[in-house]
């Protein structure tokens, strides 16, 4: 494939390291084209799965003779079909995921990043790749292509997203749940400033439509941290709301709150088995994409 048009958040040598690995799913995908991914129907590909019972109609190729010599009965071979992958990259372009503190990207070009090496690694591999871009409503949307001219679509996309406004993450999942028919990988990249439990009713709702559903969970150090020793006004960056306070008097129930609201958005993940990342901005996104493709790498096989 040609080195893709340079972008901010585009790294050609990052690419290149990261397309030793694979873009897998941990659950069977149904396409229109061979690719590398197991489908929920059974094919002819080299990879045996079981033995079912001869009926009418059947390809009589695929009978088993030594299975009919030992029990004088007719028993077709199943194989694995493997299936190309439509993958929707879903951004959330809400103000808080412009938050910076220091030196570290924003939260929002750290997603862009992430979203444009997953996109090139599906594409580079023969699968379909979407983008949607969302605020207090989808912003932008690039229907799910496989080639490269259409890969450049995504990069435009991206290179010209903002954050932007307040944020309608969880009304956005619901109605993509509702509107992606065919079985995908759903990977989103948000800070998830909504409350866990309508996080988690759409989260469930995506997996409930049998998509394998990613959750990268992006936050600054600072967030986790609350390092702040002086009374501080805090920004919403959603709404024109401002609060000042004394960080030693709220320190401790802020992040019993956060550890609170992590521990429930992860455990509801787990119960039905959403891939759930938590990231930090501080972080090498390639070694985050890496670890990621490898885990995923371990679990297809």
């Not at 396409?31 to 079981?50: N, Q, Y």
């Not at 103000?95 to 992430?114: H, P, V, W």
């Not at 001219?149 to 749940?177: I, M, N, R, S, W």
Request: glycine share 4%; hydrophobic share 40%; net charge neutral.
């Amino acid at each position: 494939m040609a080195a893709p048009t340079q972008k901010a958040f585009l790294d050609p040598q990052a690419l290149a390291r990261l397309s030793q690995h694979q873009l897998g799913t941990r659950f069977p995908m149904v396409g229109s084209v061979t690719g590398h991914h197991k489908s929920p129907h059974r094919g002819s590909s080299v990879e045996f799965a079981e033995y079912r019972k001869y009926v009418p109609g059947d390809d009589i190729r695929r009978l088993d003779w030594r299975v009919y010599a030992r029990t004088d009965r007719f028993y077709m071979k199943e194989f694995e079909a493997d299936t190309n992958l439509r993958c929707h990259l879903v951004v959330d372009c809400s103000a808080s995921m412009k938050f910076q503190a220091g030196d570290r990207e924003t939260k929002f070009n750290y997603a862009r990043r992430l979203a444009a090496a997953l996109a090139y690694l599906a594409v580079q591999q023969g699968d379909a790749v979407g983008l949607v871009c969302l605020g207090a409503r989808v912003l932008q949307e690039v229907p799910p292509r496989r080639n490269p001219t259409h890969l450049q679509t995504v990069f435009e996309t991206l290179d010209k997203a903002a954050p932007t406004g307040e944020t309608g993450l969880v009304t956005a999942l619901h109605d993509l749940a509702e509107r992606i028919r065919q079985r995908a990988l759903v990977v989103i990249f948000s800070d998830f400033f909504c409350p866990a439990q309508e996080l988690i009713d759409a989260f469930q709702h995506l997996r409930f439509q049998k998509h394998d559903l990613a959750l990268f969970h992006l936050l600054d150090p600072q967030e986790l941290e609350f390092p702040f020793d002086r009374p501080t006004r805090f920004v919403d960056l959603e709404s024109p709301g401002s609060v000042l306070a004394e960080p030693a008097m709220i320190r401790a129930q802020y992040l019993q709150q956060v550890q609170d609201y992590l521990e429930a958005l992860g455990t509801g993940c787990r119960q039905f088995k959403a891939d759930y990342r938590r990231v930090l901005t501080s972080e090498d996104y390639e070694k985050v994409l890496g670890t990621f493709l490898m885990e995923r790498a371990v679990t297809q096989a």
